[in-house]
């Protein structure tokens, strides 16, 4: 996450969520058990804690956010994330009021 972060800035991508979460993906993954935990033969079920960031911007700096989590993300790899692109129909930032783009940035 940090390394993420750290890019995301140098690219001028400030604001994001992030939020620790839980899952599993299509493959079976060996994961480190903490002290006392009992391992469990061939549980399909195991979910790994996992972090879940949420960025939104302007249409046209989709490509460029792309871009820069890819770089610093892909490293061929199980678990290396995805990345979902969404639509946002509006948005209304409390404070000001501001709406639309405005309220993006």
């Known amino acids: 996450y940090y390394e993420t972060s750290a890019a995301l800035i ?3 991508f400030y604001s994001l969520s992030c939020m620790n979460v ?3 993906g299509r493959k079976r993954v060996d994961y480190v058990l903490a002290d006392n935990e009992q391992a469990v033969e061939n549980d399909m079920n195991q979910m790994a804690a996992k972090k879940l960031i949420e960025i ?10 792309v871009k820069v989590i890819l770089k610093v993300n892909q490293k061929n790899h199980s678990g290396d994330g995805k ?3 969404i639509p946002v129909e509006s ?5 000001t009021g501001e709406t639309g783009n405005e309220a993006i940035m």
Do not use: A, C, K
Not at 60 to 65: A, E, T
Not at 91 to 95: L, V
């Open 10 to 12: 140098e690219n001028g």
């Open 83 to 85: 990345i979902f692109i």
């Open 56 to 65: 939104y911007v302007r249409d046209d700096q989709v490509n460029d956010l």
């Open 91 to 95: 948005g209304t930032r409390i404070r």
């Open 22 to 24: 839980t899952g599993r």
